[in-house]
């Protein structure tokens, strides 16, 4: 950007936005966003610009594209809200051609785990659990998963592709007790609200190269139930393919094609369901559970 301005460029499953602006304190929350996405080169599919504005006297954060304005808030903790759904609404409108599942999404040994289950299910406990166990985080929000891909391994011919959405962990007080880490007092404080905390998953990820994207070895549908044992329970294809169409955010816009890629994917991948009462337990189990079952498909 030209005139002493800044341009932030992130790129998310290959679709690339760009966010612009002079102002240094809204550069510093352009920064904060979507960080595991950032990338130095590219062409953006579309600019986003962040700005102030002067309404009555009253100084205003402002996002707009293309000389339209999408939101105005008077404080950085909305603004920061307001700009980081919208890049996320656009991102996974330009990622039309996979498939997006509610989901979190980890790494670990080389293969990746997607961790599926509607709002309250035990997603996020889960990733933040596994990342202190060495896993690699690649989304706590949406999975993507591209079908068909090509390896030089002769086992993994056809397989299907876990890709990150390096969206921030939405990381809520009571997950925050149960799994301290630095990370939360770190982030800057239009990040951090009093029941809950936006982390990079940068910040929580423990390995030392995080993975863009990795085959999809195992799929966990998650039930999170207070007091309850630790079940895990093995799903046939069938059974995970219905719980996948259930999970999945783009069924409609991709038609039947999107249900035959769905049951593909659960003909091709180990699932199970998990229900557990103790987060810290399960991420422990689960931990050696995906290590082992990972490292055999080697």
């Not at 100084?59 to 759904?85: H, M």
């Not at 990381?171 to 404080?189: D, I, K, M």
């Not at 810290?280 to 080697?298: R, W």
Request: charged share 20%.
């Amino acid at each position: 950007m030209r005139d002493g301005g800044w341009l932030n460029l992130y790129s998310i499953g290959g679709y690339v936005l760009s966010v612009e602006g002079h102002d240094p304190e809204l550069h510093q929350l352009a920064n904060a966003i979507y960080s595991g996405a950032r990338v130095d080169s590219g062409t953006a599919d579309i600019t986003f610009r962040l700005s102030r504005v002067n309404e009555d006297g009253l100084e205003l954060y402002c996002l707009s594209a293309a000389d339209v304005e999408i939101c105005r808030q008077r404080t950085l903790g909305d603004f920061f809200l307001d700009v980081e759904w919208t890049l996320t609404q656009q991102a996974m409108s330009g990622c039309c051609g996979l498939i997006q599942v509610h989901a979190g999404a980890v790494a670990i040994n080389g293969g990746g785990v997607l961790i599926c289950g509607p709002p309250g299910s035990g997603k996020t406990s889960l990733v933040v659990g596994l990342a202190g166990h060495g896993a690699s985080v690649l989304s706590d929000e949406v999975g993507l998963l591209k079908t068909g891909v090509s390896t030089p391994h002769p086992r993994l011919v056809g397989t299907t592709e876990l890709i990150a959405f390096p969206r921030d962990l939405i990381v809520h007080r009571r997950t925050q007790q149960l799994f301290p880490r630095a990370a939360y007092g770190q982030e800057p404080s239009f990040k951090r609200f009093p029941d809950r905390c936006h982390v990079s998953f940068d910040r929580l990820s423990q390995a030392p190269e995080l993975a863009a994207a990795v085959p999809l070895r195992q799929m966990l549908f998650t039930s999170f139930q207070p007091g309850c044992e630790l079940a895990l329970a093995r799903l046939g294809p069938a059974a995970a393919a219905r719980r996948l169409l259930l999970d999945t955010y783009n069924l409609e816009s991709m038609g039947e094609e999107c249900t035959e890629l769905v049951a593909g994917v659960a003909e091709s991948c180990p699932a199970w369901s998990i229900r557990y009462g103790d987060a810290v337990q399960a991420s422990s189990l689960v931990a050696t559970f995906i290590g082992v079952a990972n490292t055999s498909k080697e």
